[in-house]
């Protein structure tokens, strides 16, 4: 994967990984609040020797200290000093239960011991510091050396006393909140990056050049609220999914320089893809244009376009094929006069029969010389063969490609039909794209500037 797409992956699935931050911050916060409160007492205890008459007595007892200090903090956790302070308090635990609350360390270079005892009573967690300080005491004069006079050459001195903690020290909300939110954070990348490893659908352009190497000439984006395309282009001229098709138009112009395209088979891998209305709305486009189009619905097996456009299905592409009609008997003008439709007419038993006859070559020819484009609305590949017949007979083919519905082994088997059959694969159309922020906020701005215009021409008219 590209950077680009470690991004777009990323970009895709950030409304449910920021759930998950959300629900992995609070689940930490609750676990927090559920522990119980901690709370440290701190206090601090000084070594020194117990006397020296020079200055040299002096500095060697300051180095004979310090080399004990260590010895003497791992001291202050042990069963010597431990065991006292249990009897002391009459504690209901055990020294090696006590022993993971008291904790003893000697910042470096010093004489100095610090004790901790954590505890969920903050007075309890004062008394036992105070007796450990005392304990220890008495154990650092029981194990030190003893001078001539019996008298131990080690004394230990508080510096200051155990403190009362006010407030706990654990569990940390924010702490828990925060490592919470981190884990539901790496989760939530993990699961996007291996959803996209084991997706079978395509999601974006990425997608389809993973698939074949032919070009995307157009991303018909989503219509909102789920409107048809045909309504979108009525009543939204100036709207994302009229421009989705312009641009579809002018690369179809730009597809093949050497050779301009006067027919296009326009399929798809599978039904329920949305090629009919790509084909519908690119052959609109085109005759905006001032081009003469002529849009042939060859799905003999399942036409729409006569539905969608509401014209007379009984007369159409059937009715020229068997000889009952001339082409330009059979077409009906739609939407303009530079847009005809050929609808497909009665539905015949052989489709294959009459879609590889030599009367649909000659009926491609004669439209190709009176048309500028001829769009052709066919069958899905997958399913039968019946566009790639048409295919050899026309220019190119478009094969049309919706969003997150199209799997990945569909689109290559129908890429590798079409190279199968020898015929000219012109490119991909993605379909259903869902609609950008950026672009949404900007045609919708464009389309009201453009409103506001109309309305103030209006209006000055008016007066």
Request: charged share 20%; with cysteine; proline share 4%.
């Amino acid at each position: 994967m590209t950077l680009h797409e470690y991004v777009q992956t990323l970009r895709k699935y950030w409304v449910l990984i920021a759930v998950l931050v959300v629900v992995g911050c609070a689940t930490g916060y609750v676990v927090a609040k559920t522990q119980v409160p901690m709370f440290r007492s701190t206090s601090s205890v000084l070594l020194s020797a117990e006397r020296g008459e020079s200055t040299s007595e002096l500095a060697q007892g300051s180095n004979y200290v310090q080399s004990l200090v260590q010895t003497y903090a791992l001291l202050a956790e042990s069963n010597l000093v431990l065991q006292p302070v249990v009897d002391e308090l009459d504690l209901d635990t055990t020294v090696a239960r006590l022993s993971k609350s008291v904790s003893a360390d000697s910042p470096l270079n010093t004489a100095i011991i610090e004790i901790s005892v954590v505890d969920s009573d903050p007075s309890r967690a004062k008394q036992i510091n105070d007796s450990v300080v005392a304990s220890l005491s008495s154990a650092v004069a029981d194990v030190s050396p003893q001078d001539d006079q019996d008298q131990p050459t080690v004394r230990l001195t508080s510096i200051n006393s155990a403190t009362l903690p006010n407030a706990q020290f654990s569990p940390s909300s924010t702490l828990y909140a925060a490592v919470g939110g981190a884990i539901a954070l790496l989760l939530g990348i993990v699961f996007a990056f291996v959803r996209r490893a084991l997706s079978t659908r395509i999601t974006d352009g990425a997608d389809v050049a993973h698939d074949t190497a032919a070009p995307i000439l157009g991303e018909i984006s989503e219509a909102r609220r789920g409107a048809p395309v045909l309504v979108s282009l009525r009543t939204n001229p100036q709207g994302l999914v009229a421009e989705s098709f312009r641009t579809l138009s002018a690369n179809l112009r730009f597809a093949s320089i050497d050779r301009p395209i006067r027919s296009v088979v326009v399929t798809s891998a599978q039904p329920d893809e949305g090629k009919s209305s790509v084909a519908i709305g690119l052959a609109q486009q085109h005759a905006e244009s001032g081009q003469r189009v002529l849009l042939i619905d060859a799905d003999l097996r399942h036409p729409t376009v006569a539905t969608y456009t509401q014209l007379d299905g009984t007369v159409g592409l059937t009715s020229v094929l068997l000889g009952q009609h001339d082409l330009q008997d059979a077409v009906q003008s739609w939407g303009s006069d530079t847009l005809d439709v050929l609808t497909a007419g009665t539905t015949p038993p052989n489709p294959s029969q009459l879609l590889s006859s030599s009367s649909m070559r000659l009926l491609l020819e004669q439209a190709s010389s009176d048309y500028d484009l001829v769009v052709i609305d066919s069958a899905p590949i997958i399913t039968v063969t019946d566009s790639l017949w048409l295919g050899n007979m026309a220019d190119g083919m478009l094969i049309v490609v919706r969003e997150r519905f199209t799997r990945h082994r569909h689109l290559a088997k129908a890429v590798s039909a079409v190279e199968g059959a020898r015929a000219e694969l012109v490119g991909i159309v993605l379909n259903r794209v869902k609609r950008g922020d950026r672009n949404s906020k900007y045609y919708t701005s464009e389309v009201e500037s453009v409103s506001n215009i109309r309305h103030a021409v209006a209006e000055r008219l008016g007066r």
